[in-house]
C-alpha cells in the first residue's frame, strides 16, 4: 500500500511546485474588511474629555452639542463626546462582525470654537461650515497633537493601537494633506482657526483671517504655508510647495505610525498634485515600509482616479468611487441589474494599477448614506465581501442607520452604545456577520482573481481564484437580489471535485464535464470551495490570460 501512495504523493508535490500562479493582489492588507466611524460619532466612552464648556458660553461660538438648522434628523455640528474610549469598549462588536481592519476619522488636534465665518451649515449645504466645529478631527491646526476629545487617562493614541492590534486587528488612521482649518470671512478672527502649530506648540503658520489673495508670503513668513487662491470653502489651502509644509507633514504622520497606525486613508488626494503624494507616500513608507495607503478622489471617471495608483505618481490605492456609483444603482431603490457592475471592475483592462487592490464602499460620510431596504443592504454586502477589492463599510450601516440621509441630515449622527447592544439580533447585521466570516476564512475571497461567469438581472455568479505560495483555492459565488430563490446551474470553466458550500454548509461533488446545481435563497448568497490546485483546461486559459493583463505602472 505505501509503494502505491508514495508515487501519488510525489505526482501531488511536483504538480504544486510546477502550478501557475493566480492572484488579484499579493497585497497583504487585501484580506483585511474595514470598518469606518467618525469617532466624535460612535459612542461616548468617557464623558470627562467631553469638554461641554468649550467656546464659552456664546452660542456663536460654543463647541459641544450643536443642532443643525433646518434638520428634523437629529444632525449635528457640534461635538457628542465619542472617543477612543467609546471604541476600545466595543471593539469585540466590531471583530465581532468579522471586521479586520478599523478606519477612524482624523484625530490631530482641531480649533476649539464653533466657525463664525462662512455661508450658515444647514439642511441641504454643501461645503458650508458656518456654525460647525471640528467634531469630525478634518479642519488640524497642530498635526502633531492628539485633539483633546479624543483621549482618556492611560489611552491614547498608541494605547488605541495597541487595544486595536490586542483583537487581532489593523488601525487606518484618516490624514489630511491638502487643507487646515478655515481660515477667513470671520466677523473678527478666532483662536487657531487659520493657523498652524508645530510639535512643541510654536505658531509656524497664520491666515490672519485674510482671503488667500490678500496673504504676502514673500514679506510674511506666517503666509508661507498657504496658497494665495482658494481651496475648499474657506479652509487654509497648504502650499504644496513648501519644502517646510512636506516636512511637517510627514514629520507628523511619522510620529503616529510610529504610535501605530497600520495604515493610512488619504483625504482629498485630487486637489494635490501627484510630485507631493509621490515624495510624501515615499517618506511614509521610509517609516513603515510596505505601508498600504489609499486616498479619496470624489470622482466617477475611473482614469482620473486611477493616475493615484501609479508607481510614477502617489504609487497608493484609492476609494473606488466609480463603482460605488454603480452599488448605489444595483443595491438602492434603482434595483438596475448586476450587468450595471460588469464594466466597473475593469478585470481584462483598465486604468488602475491594480483594481484588485481598491477599497471598495456604497457610501461614507461625505455623501448620503446608502438608500435602501434592509434587504438592499443584504444584497449589497454579499457583493461586497465577495467580489474584488477591499471591503469597506460605515459606521451603523450594518442597521440601516439614517440611510438616505446626506452629511448635514443625518448622515454622521451618533450611534451609541444603546444601538450597539441592538444590532446583533439586526438582520443585517446577521447576514453581514456571516458573508464576512466567510470571507475572512477565504484567501480566494480575498485576494483571488475574479472570473464572472453571469452578471445579470438579479443574478451574479463569478469565480475567485488563488493560488500562490503553497494556498489553492477556487470560490464560486452566487448572487440572489431577487425576492423568489433562484436556481443556478454552472457548468462554465467548472472543475471537478468536492466543492463545499460555506454559507448552508454541505457538499457538491462534480464529476468531470459535470455541472453544479444550487438553489440560493431570496437576497442571498453562496460560496462554493474547492481546496486543490486548478485543473480545468478552459479555467487555466481564462486564468492565464487574466494573469496576462497589461496595467499601466
Known amino acids: 500500500m505505501m509503494r502505491r501512495l508514495l508515487p501519488l504523493t510525489l505526482m501531488l508535490a511536483c504538480a504544486s511546485a510546477s502550478a501557475a500562479d493566480y492572484y488579484g493582489t499579493l497585497e497583504p492588507f487585501a484580506k483585511e474588511a474595514v470598518y469606518f466611524v467618525v469617532t466624535d460619532r460612535f459612542v461616548n466612552g468617557d464623558p470627562s474629555n467631553d469638554h461641554r464648556d468649550q467656546g464659552g458660553p456664546d452660542p456663536a461660538t460654543r463647541t459641544f452639542d450643536r443642532l443643525t438648522p433646518g434638520s428634523d434628523q437629529g444632525d449635528n455640528i457640534g461635538y457628542l463626546g465619542g472617543d477612543f474610549k467609546g471604541i476600545v469598549d466595543h471593539l469585540d462588536y466590531i471583530r465581532g462582525m468579522g471586521f479586520t481592519a478599523l478606519w477612524v476619522t482624523p484625530i490631530v488636534d482641531n480649533p476649539d470654537e464653533a466657525f463664525t465665518g462662512g455661508k ?8 458650508t461650515d458656518g456654525g460647525k466645529t471640528g467634531y469630525h478631527g478634518y479642519w488640524g491646526v497642530n498635526f502633531y497633537r492628539l485633539d483633546e476629545h479624543l483621549p482618556s487617562p492611560g489611552l491614547d493614541f498608541a494605547g488605541l493601537a495597541s487595544a486595536v492590534h490586542g483583537k487581532d486587528m489593523k488601525l487606518v488612521l484618516d490624514i489630511v494633506g491638502n487643507h487646515g482649518s478655515p481660515s477667513y470671512t470671520m466677523p473678527k478672527a478666532q483662536p487657531k482657526f487659520g493657523q498652524v502649530f508645530d510639535r512643541e506648540g510654536k505658531l509656524v503658520a497664520d491666515h490672519q483671517n485674510l482671503r488667500p489673495e490678500q496673504l504676502d508670503p514673500a514679506n510674511n513668513p506666517l503666509h508661507r504655508f498657504y496658497n494665495t487662491t482658494p481651496g475648499l470653502a474657506e479652509l487654509s489651502d497648504l502650499n504644496e510647495n513648501n519644502p517646510a509644509v512636506m516636512d511637517y507633514l510627514s514629520g507628523a504622520y511619522a510620529q503616529w505610525i510610529a504610535q501605530g497606525a497600520d495604515a493610512l486613508r488619504i483625504d482629498t488626494i485630487g486637489w494635490l498634485p501627484h510630485p507631493f503624494w509621490h515624495e510624501f507616500v515615499a517618506r511614509m513608507r521610509k517609516q513603515k515600509p510596505g505601508m498600504f495607503m489609499f486616498g479619496e478622489a470624489f470622482e466617477y471617471d475611473a482614469t482620473k482616479i486611477a493616475e493615484h495608483t ?19 444603482k444595483v443595491f438602492g431603490h434603482e434595483q438596475a441589474g448586476f450587468e450595471e457592475l460588469a464594466g466597473r471592475l475593469f478585470l481584462r483592462e483598465g486604468p488602475y494599477a491594480n483594481p484588485y487592490d481598491l477599497a471598495t464602499f456604497y457610501d461614507n460620510h461625505d455623501m448620503a448614506r446608502l438608500d435602501a431596504t434592509d434587504d438592499g443592504f443584504i444584497d449589497a454586502h454579499n457583493w461586497l465581501f465577495t467580489a474584488r477589492g477591499i ?8 442597521v440601516g442607520f439614517m440611510r ?17 447592544a441592538g444590532a446583533p439580533q439586526h438582520p443585517i447585521a446577521q447576514h453581514l456577520t456571516r458573508i464576512a466570516h466567510v470571507r475572512a476564512a477565504s484567501p480566494a475571497l480575498q485576494r483571488g482573481l475574479q472570473l464572472n461567469v453571469e452578471l445579470k438581472g438579479d443574478r451574479a455568479a463569478f469565480y475567485r481564484v488563488i493560488q500562490h505560495d503553497g494556498v489553492a483555492q477556487t470560490a464560486l459565488v452566487l448572487l440572489n437580489k431577487g425576492a423568489t430563490p433562484a436556481s443556478f446551474e454552472v457548468k462554465q470553466w467548472l472543475q471537478p471535485g468536492t466543492w463545499r458550500a460555506a454559507v448552508a454548509g454541505g457538499e457538491k461533488k462534480v464529476r468531470a464535464g459535470g455541472a453544479l446545481r444550487a438553489t440560493v435563497p431570496e437576497h442571498g448568497v453562496e460560496v462554493f470551495l474547492l481546496d486543490a490546485p486548478v485543473t480545468q483546461p478552459q479555467l487555466v486559459a481564462e486564468l492565464d490570460t487574466l494573469m496576462k493583463v497589461q496595467r499601466p505602472h
Not at 450658515?120 to 461645503?127: H, I, T
Not at 471591503?391 to 450594518?398: K, N, R
Open 120 to 127: 450658515p451649515a444647514q439642511k441641504g449645504g454643501f461645503l
Open 310 to 328: 501609479l508607481a510614477k505618481n502617489a504609487g497608493v490605492s484609492v476609494l473606488d468611487f466609480p463603482l460605488k456609483q454603480g452599488l448605489e
Open 391 to 398: 471591503p469597506v463599510v460605515y459606521y451603523g450601516s450594518e
Open 404 to 420: 438616505g440621509r446626506p452629511e448635514h441630515d443625518g448622515n454622521r449622527n451618533y450611534f451609541g452604545a444603546e444601538r450597539i
